[in-house]
């Protein structure tokens, strides 16, 4: 096939890898040559912490990128052009220094990122240069899997009928890059650089325990080898958060370090053999999907609840509020699973995913207080924090998202303790302080005899609070408060 542009160039934003990757694949067979790029957008950078474990990922990533790309290339001068600044500017900025006809980029549909691409294609189109997307973060997207009536899904259980009917070779195939490599460009003499490091854009390193994570397309291979040797039993293990039971691959999925497809692909293979495990990790794989596409159909959700009755809730506020939405910040309510959770995402930037469900449902319907809130912390937080799965767990977990669960189902965390964290190794591992209790007396401290406490070194209040708030009582004034969507919530469309 003949080139269609003399020169291109690929702007790399959430597919940090040289493998699978639609536009650098679409990009190598439509120009002669092929520029590469990658811009720290200060938009994005500006609020966050210095030591954000997020930017020293994606830098990384970024480093091994380079890399591959140079050896795809098979000539010492490719590469990343790495660039620091605002991306709306930065990008067709480069397209003109680079005189390329046209720019390849992947979607990425949270509403701010399609400002940022509309400011970009316009830029572009006024030096007639042209402006090409794909998909390449999900396996379907947008209105590619929509009901017979031709609306989108709400319902998470049709929505994996449809996409199990629909996929196949073609939608999980890889986009090949090696094929083409020999169009990758050298970078003109002003681009040749090494990828800028941390302290050239003003960040820092961040703390040993954010670092944990392999990063990198070689990290995640590495987690994926490693998860395939327990797929099988990901059904069986996956909830209980002291057990090696999930893949710990979300940040890599976040900043596409690895390919979706190349994971669907995977799973489905297994599944076909029989695994249950791998069945209901490609359930997971699909969620994924599914709240892709409601953010995309649905970007209102980002500020309201999907099920708009849920917006009438009057959630707690004043200095009350702001003391307990401290202290589940800070893993202080005196419920121990949910304070080691909350330790485990102050310290490490992850949490299991059993945990996130129990502490947002404790902040939502144990201390009342507004959904909106735990999920920018999160935000701040997650390591794989991304808007529309973030946003979807949260409206899950406060009932008023799509397909959620029902407002009357109140998790309570003692229970959840029991059941999940049986014998406490999770907690033991976070708080320390708690490390001499056992049984019923871990789950809930205050309900342990004097005795039992002074023989682990646990004084309530001075090394470990007490419960913030009553279960019970919280459950009463949860039920109340929620009673204003009882009459107004519509039946979920399908
Ligand atoms: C309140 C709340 C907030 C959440 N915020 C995020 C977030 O910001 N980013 C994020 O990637 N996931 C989020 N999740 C979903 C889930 O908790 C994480 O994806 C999972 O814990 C990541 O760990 P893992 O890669 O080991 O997962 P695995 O169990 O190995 O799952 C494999 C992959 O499937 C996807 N996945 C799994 N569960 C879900 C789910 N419920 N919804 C959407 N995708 C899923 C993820 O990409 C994950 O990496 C959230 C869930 C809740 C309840």
């Given at each position: 096939?003949?080139?269609?542009?003399?020169?291109?160039?690929?702007?790399?934003?959430?597919?940090?890898?040289?493998?699978?990757?639609?536009a650098?694949?679409?990009?190598?067979?439509?120009?002669?040559?092929?520029?590469?790029?990658?811009?720290?957008?200060?938009?994005?950078?500006?609020?966050?912490?210095?030591?954000?474990?997020?930017?020293?990922?994606?830098?990384?990533?970024?480093?091994?990128?380079?890399?591959?790309?140079?050896?795809?290339?098979?000539?010492?001068?490719?590469g990343?052009?790495?660039?620091?600044?605002?991306?709306?500017?930065?990008?067709?900025?480069?397209?003109?220094?680079?005189?390329?006809?046209?720019v390849?980029?992947?979607?990425?549909?949270?509403?701010?990122?399609?400002?940022?691409?509309?400011?970009?294609?316009?830029?572009?189109?006024?030096?007639?240069?042209?402006?090409?997307?794909?998909?390449?973060?999900?396996?379907f997207?947008?209105?590619?899997?929509?009901?017979?009536?031709?609306?989108?899904?709400?319902?998470?259980?049709?929505?994996?009928?449809?996409?199990?009917?629909k996929?196949?070779?073609?939608?999980?195939?890889?986009?090949?890059?090696?094929?083409?490599?020999?169009?990758?460009?050298?970078?003109?003499?002003?681009?040749?650089r090494?990828?800028?490091?941390?302290?050239?854009?003003?960040?820092?390193?961040?703390?040993?325990?954010?670092?944990?994570?392999?990063?990198?397309?070689?990290?995640?291979?590495?987690?994926?080898?490693?998860?395939?040797?327990?797929?099988?039993?990901?059904?069986?293990?996956?909830?209980?958060?002291?057990?090696?039971?999930?893949?710990?691959?979300?940040?890599?999925?976040?900043?596409?370090?690895?390919?979706?497809?190349?994971?669907?692909?995977?799973?489905?293979?297994?599944?076909?053999?029989?695994?249950?495990?791998?069945?209901?990790?490609?359930?997971?794989?699909?969620?994924?999907?599914?709240?892709?596409?409601?953010?995309?159909?649905?970007?209102?959700?980002?500020?309201?609840?999907?099920?708009?009755?849920?917006?009438?809730?009057a959630?707690?506020?004043?200095?009350?509020?702001?003391?307990?939405?401290?202290?589940?910040?800070?893993?202080?309510?005196?419920?121990?699973?949910?304070?080691?959770?909350?330790?485990?995402?102050?310290?490490?930037?992850?949490?299991?995913?059993?945990?996130?469900?129990?502490?947002?449902?404790?902040l939502?319907?144990?201390?009342?207080?507004?959904?909106?809130?735990?999920?920018?912390?999160?935000?701040?937080?997650?390591l794989?924090?991304?808007?529309?799965?973030?946003?979807?767990?949260?409206?899950?977990?406060?009932?008023?998202?799509?397909?959620?669960?029902?407002?009357?189902?109140?998790?309570?965390?003692?229970?959840?303790?029991?059941?999940?964290?049986?014998?406490g190794?999770?907690?033991?591992?976070?708080?320390?302080?708690?490390?001499?209790?056992?049984?019923?007396?871990?789950?809930?401290?205050?309900?342990?005899?004097?005795?039992?406490?002074?023989?682990?070194?646990?004084?309530?209040?001075?090394?470990?609070?007490?419960?913030i708030?009553?279960?019970?009582?919280?459950?009463?004034?949860?039920?109340?408060?929620?009673?204003?969507?009882?009459?107004?919530?519509?039946?979920?469309?399908?």
């Amino acid at each position: 096939m003949p080139a269609t542009y003399r020169s291109g160039l690929v702007w790399f934003r959430r597919d940090l890898r040289a493998t699978d990757h639609a536009a650098l694949h679409h990009a190598l067979r439509q120009c002669q040559q092929v520029h590469c790029a990658f811009v720290f957008d200060q938009d994005i950078l500006a609020p966050l912490p210095r030591d954000d474990a997020r930017v020293a990922f994606i830098q990384a990533a970024l480093v091994e990128l380079d890399g591959a790309l140079r050896t795809l290339a098979g000539h010492p001068d490719a590469g990343l052009i790495v660039r620091h600044g605002h991306a709306h500017d930065e990008l067709p900025a480069l397209a003109h220094s680079l005189d390329v006809g046209a720019v390849f980029t992947n979607h990425d549909d949270e509403p701010e990122a399609l400002e940022r691409d509309a400011r970009v294609r316009t830029a572009l189109a006024v030096s007639r240069r042209a402006f090409h997307t794909y998909k390449d973060h999900t396996v379907f997207e947008r209105d590619e899997l929509l009901t017979q009536s031709g609306t989108p899904y709400s319902v998470f259980t049709p929505y994996k009928n449809a996409w199990l009917r629909k996929v196949d070779a073609f939608y999980l195939g890889a986009y090949s890059v090696r094929r083409h490599a020999q169009a990758l460009a050298p970078r003109p003499d002003w681009a040749r650089r090494p990828v800028l490091s941390l302290q050239d854009i003003g960040f820092a390193s961040p703390s040993p325990m954010q670092q944990r994570l392999p990063t990198g397309s070689s990290g995640a291979q590495k987690l994926l080898a490693d998860f395939l040797s327990r797929i099988d039993r990901y059904d069986s293990a996956r909830d209980f958060p002291a057990v090696k039971g999930p893949s710990y691959l979300s940040p890599h999925l976040r900043f596409g370090t690895i390919s979706v497809r190349q994971l669907a692909r995977t799973a489905h293979a297994l599944v076909s053999q029989g695994s249950p495990g791998a069945a209901t990790w490609l359930s997971e794989l699909i969620w994924r999907d599914f709240y892709f596409q409601i953010l995309h159909h649905h970007p209102r959700v980002v500020q309201h609840s999907f099920k708009s009755a849920y917006d009438a809730i009057a959630w707690t506020s004043g200095p009350q509020a702001d003391a307990w939405f401290g202290a589940w910040c800070a893993g202080r309510t005196g419920y121990p699973l949910v304070d080691a959770a909350m330790a485990q995402l102050n310290q490490t930037g992850y949490m299991h995913n059993r945990l996130r469900m129990v502490v947002a449902s404790f902040l939502v319907k144990d201390l009342g207080i507004d959904w909106r809130r735990g999920e920018r912390y999160f935000a701040q937080k997650l390591l794989d924090y991304d808007l529309a799965a973030n946003n979807g767990g949260w409206q899950w977990a406060s009932s008023s998202g799509c397909d959620a669960q029902p407002y009357f189902r109140i998790f309570n965390p003692v229970s959840q303790s029991r059941k999940f964290d049986p014998q406490g190794r999770f907690i033991q591992r976070y708080l320390p302080e708690l490390a001499g209790l056992s049984g019923m007396a871990l789950h809930a401290p205050w309900l342990a005899t004097p005795l039992e406490r002074q023989a682990a070194g646990v004084v309530l209040g001075q090394n470990y609070p007490l419960p913030i708030v009553d279960h019970e009582q919280a459950r009463q004034r949860t039920l109340e408060r929620y009673a204003v969507v009882k009459t107004s919530e519509p039946p979920a469309s399908m």
